[in-house]
């Protein structure tokens, strides 16, 4: 299956540990929230869903970072996530991860890799 680039935002708009844009994307048949953030000095994305309760987990819109801008936090019951991998670090994720999505970032554009 072919795959197409989708942009989602400017490298800019993307800073380390700070707010991430977030955006719809087609999942199983169904349009789904997602987010991508930069961590470490690059972008990741997940689709925007708790592996507790499959709700989105920013506390504010585009907020996905906890306090010490570290950990991914779900607003709901607190489950941390590793910003870098979506890996459960704790709490009521109990082990289940956020689901990655395949994101690009090229001469100051950020693009989410969609299959056609
Ligand atoms: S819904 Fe996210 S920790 Fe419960």
């Not at 708009?13 to 048949?29: A, I, Q």
């Not at 997602?34 to 309760?53: E, K, M, Q, T």
């Not at 920013?58 to 996530?81: N, R």
Request: with cysteine; proline share 3%; hydrophobic share 40%.
């Amino acid at each position: 299956m072919a795959a197409r680039e989708r942009l989602i935002c400017a490298s800019r708009e993307l800073v380390d540990g700070g707010d991430g844009v977030r955006f719809d994307t087609d999942w199983s048949g169904a349009t789904e929230p997602a987010f991508v953030i930069r961590f470490g000095g690059r972008i990741h994305g997940y689709l925007n869903r708790c592996a507790h309760v499959p709700i989105e987990i920013d506390w504010q819109a585009g907020k996905f970072f906890d306090f010490t801008g570290l950990y991914l936090v779900c607003a709901v019951h607190g489950a941390l996530y590793d910003p870098q991998s979506g890996a459960c670090l704790g709490g009521r994720c109990e082990g289940k991860g956020l689901r990655p999505l395949a994101v690009v970032e090229r001469d100051g554009w950020v693009y989410l890799i969609e299959s056609e």
